[in-house]
Nanobody, 125 residues
Framework: VQLQASGGGLVQAGDSLRLSCAAS?????????MAWFRQAPGKEREFVAA????????YHADSVKGRFSISRDNADHTVYLQMNKLKPEDTAVYYC??????????????????WGQGTQVTVSS
């Protein structure tokens, strides 16, 4: 199964973007957990948000709570990341990730076996 991330771009501080992560291939394989991570230049990859398919529970990093929101479209096997009130410190390459079963370690990148290629988000001040 492949994950395709899209929706990045160059915006100004305070603007909004919506990222999409579409699963293709063997979509009959249900993912229990899908997430977004980001990596800024010179920094480690960090957790942004996760969506638990079965319970529809969502998890967001403290740094994005109240500004970002993860959601899904089950029919299209797609997960979205709505990003509002963007800040220059949100600038990074954003990656979507997935795993079959839920993990309480949803915030750790090593928990995910499947990754998309990343989409660049640049926020100017």
């Amino acid at each position: 199964v492949q994950l395709q991330a899209s929706g990045g771009g160059l915006v100004q501080a305070g603007d909004s973007l919506r990222l999409s992560c579409a699963a293709s291939g063997r979509t009959s394989v249900s993912y229990g957990l899908m997430a977004w991570f980001r990596q800024a230049p010179g920094k480690e990859r960090e957790f942004v948000a996760a969506y638990r398919w079965g319970t529809r529970a969502t998890y967001h990093a403290d740094s994005v709570k109240g500004r970002f929101s993860i959601s899904r479209d089950n029919a299209d096997h797609t997960v979205y990341l709505q990003m509002n009130k963007l800040k220059p410190e949100d600038t990074a390459v954003y990656y979507c990730a997935a795993r079959i079963h839920f993990s309480t370690g949803y915030y750790a990148s090593e928990q995910y076996a499947n990754w998309g290629q990343g989409t660049q988000v640049t926020v100017s001040s």
